[in-house]
T-cell receptor, first 112, second 113 residues
Framework: GESVGLHLPTLSVQEGDNSIINCAYS??????FIWYKQESGKGPQFIID?????DKRQGQRVTVLLNKTVKHLSLQIAATQPGDSAVYFC???????????FGKGTLLTVNP | DVKVTQSSRYLVKRTGEKVFLECVQD?????MFWYRQDPGLGLRLIYF???????EKGDIPEGYSVSREKKERFSLILESASTNQTSMYLC????????????FGQGTRLTVV
């Protein structure tokens, strides 16, 4: 079936390094993708999104890359800070008009 | 800012009880969702609603029902709580169906004993 998955369940980086979190999707009909950050005890928070007519989108310290050829999505965080420690989820809409399907998440740990 | 509020942060219920989880959003969003979140399984969609009194099953609707009598409020009902329904429940709302970000509440940690 269609699914959104992650290559790595955990990622540990040093403060100040750049982080890259990856996500694979299998539904070629997906045309909208989102990255969420979830801190312990909180609901997911929107980070950045991208539509399928784009390959790259940048925000503040974050960049999302979309490779439709291999159905791959990545989130890059520049100069990672301790406050970036959280679980990161990707989500895709499967081309549907109603719902998002989420990956299982990657735990990012930033070491001081 | 969009605000999605879930009525409880923590709940402890007994097996067999009927449980209501309430969610309210203040941005006039048409679409609302209930997810459950379990370690290693990510977020799984239980039910969603795209209009008042309208509801659609998600991926794991068994053992749950929902109610949407007003646009701003979406309730999740566990008809007879079971221990395998112990989980984190997340409510979300969105303006445009599947085309814009979903805004989440803070979550309700439900424990069924």
């Amino acid at each position: 079936g269609e699914s959104v998955g992650l290559h790595l369940p955990t990622l540990s980086v040093q403060e100040g390094d750049n982080s890259i979190i990856n996500c694979a999707y299998s539904n070629s009909a997906s045309d909208y993708f989102i990255w969420y950050k979830q801190e312990s005890g909180k609901g997911p928070q929107f980070i950045i999104d991208i539509r399928s007519n784009m390959d790259k989108r940048q925000g503040q310290r974050v960049t999302v890359l979309l490779n439709k050829t291999v159905k791959h999505l990545s989130l890059q965080i520049a100069a990672t800070q301790p406050g970036d420690s959280a679980v990161y989820f990707c989500a895709e809409n499967g081309g549907s008009n109603y719902k998002l399907t989420f990956g299982k998440g990657t735990l990012l740990t930033v070491n001081p | 800012d969009v605000k999605v509020t879930q009525s409880s942060r923590y709940l402890v219920k007994r097996t067999g009880e009927k449980v209501f989880l309430e969610c309210v959003q203040d941005m006039d969003h048409e679409n609302m969702f209930w997810y459950r979140q379990d370690p290693g399984l990510g977020l799984r969609l239980i039910y969603f609603s795209y209009d008042v009194k309208m509801k659609e099953k998600g991926d794991i609707p068994e053992g749950y029902s929902v109610s949407r009598e007003k646009k701003e409020r979406f309730s999740l009902i566990l008809e007879s709580a079971s221990t395998n329904q112990t989980s984190m429940y997340l409510c979300a709302s969105t303006w445009d169906r599947g085309k814009t970000e979903a805004f989440f509440g803070q979550g309700t940690r439900l424990t069924v004993v």
